[in-house]
């Protein structure tokens, strides 16, 4: 399996509250990617970083910002949590560009908004 | 906008039985496309990666094909086990993003 971890696994925060997420990897892959997952949608991306200190928007962005400082770490943050961010949170990781490479995921993180 | 539709959303099949998974895409300058499972609760395993420039991979008892013109992907499952009940998802990759479907939930019954 890829060396990837997520933290904490599960989260119970209220509205309003600022929550941090951390996506750690020991693979030393250029991509990280923050995707969250809720019934009937799949997977949908949030944000994404192709190195340090450089990131990008996924699909379904507002209300969360990322950081990179390291290569291993990437972390995602709601800034003031609201109900409609209650789901399922995974960071992927993946070494580089072109047609052979895949993506690796990382077990999850159920987070619950109340 | 890259879109992934998978059909059907749920299938339930008796043990044994050969069964055939759809994914399509809409836009075909894609550089891969990959099948993952997941099992509830869990995060999501990679079953098989066709490249852009190939037709087909196959790992055990999957197959899955490519038809990249007509924006298709099918993953084959044959005789089916109870184990391989789960979730199968497709993932199609541009240049440095992967766009999924939102699965198919097999149900093989024994």
């Known amino acids: 399996d890829a060396g990837i971890t997520q933290s904490p696994r599960h989260k119970v925060t209220e509205t309003g509250t600022p929550v941090t997420l951390r996506c750690h990897q020991t693979e030393n892959h250029r991509y990280m990617y923050w995707y969250r997952q809720d019934p009937g949608h799949g997977l949908r991306l949030i944000h994404y970083s192709y190195g340090v200190k450089d990131t990008d928007k996924g699909e379904v962005s507002d209300g969360y910002s990322v950081s990179r400082s390291k290569t291993e770490d990437f972390l995602l943050t709601l800034e003031s949590a609201t109900s409609s961010q209650t789901s399922v949170y995974f960071c992927?990781?993946?070494?580089?560009?072109?047609?052979?490479?895949?993506?690796?995921f990382g077990q999850g993180t159920r987070l619950t908004v109340v | 906008k890259q879109e992934v539709t998978q059909i059907p959303a749920a299938l339930s099949v008796p043990e044994g039985e050969n069964l055939v998974l759809n994914c399509s895409f809409t836009?075909?300058?894609?550089?891969?496309l990959q099948w993952f499972r997941q099992d509830p609760g869990k995060g999501l395993t990679s079953l098989l990666l066709?490249?852009?420039?190939?037709r087909e991979q196959t790992s055990g008892r999957l197959n899955a094909s490519l038809d990249k013109s007509s924006g298709r992907s099918t993953l084959y499952i044959a005789a089916s086990q109870p184990g391989d009940s789960a979730t199968y998802l497709c993932a199609v990759k541009d240049f440095n993003k992967f766009y999924f479907g939102s699965g198919t939930k097999l149900n093989v019954k024994p």
């Open positions: 836009d075909s300058a894609i550089y891969n």
């Open positions: 066709i490249q852009s420039s190939q």
């Open positions: 992927a990781i993946s070494p580089r560009t072109g047609e052979d490479t895949e993506a690796f």
